[in-house]
């Protein structure tokens, strides 16, 4: 089983955030806080769970947590800010819900800005060993890919309800057929391997 907390603190947070590396759709990230004395074997990293895990275990997450809290930011806020500081944002804004607050706060990965003056970690593969961090993982996976099957639904073509926005040869073939969306990270190299698909030159600013 995970550890339940990397600090001292009972009050520990566990930030992660979903679809940092995703052509199209917002970013998200989640925080959790269990309980003191929380344990749950199945808990994991949601990119080794399966979905039908993912979403079985986000139902005991929000059921279980003391609190929690989801928050996204969108892609035009992504093309400004860039995508590392719009995720930071993300992990904030999701903190903000949390109530009570956190007392420390463990970050997945090795970049985050100070939330406060609430003390902080980063963790490098963090969703695999903290309860709270993986927890966050999986409400940030699952969310963003309920958002990314509303957007699918909206503006068919693009395949995001199987690839969820990430950059998938399937995603830049619509990409050059049907071209850019307001859902689309214009930031992004949304046009880098047209050169593997010569049926699309010409089309949608192809060479």
Known sequence: MLELRYSRYTLEAGCDEAGRGCLAGPVFAAAVIFPPDYHNEALNDSKKLPEKARYALREEILQDALTYGVARVEAGEIDRINILQASIKAMHLALDQLDPQPEFITVDGNRFKPYGKVPSACVVKGDGKYLSIAAASILAKTFRDDCMRELDAACP??????????????HYQALARLGETPWHRRSFRLHPQLELFPWTRGRNGGD
Request: net charge positive; no cysteine; glycine share 22%.
């Open 157 to 170: 073509g693009y395949g995001w309800a199987k690839n969820k926005g990430y950059p998938t040869a399937a």
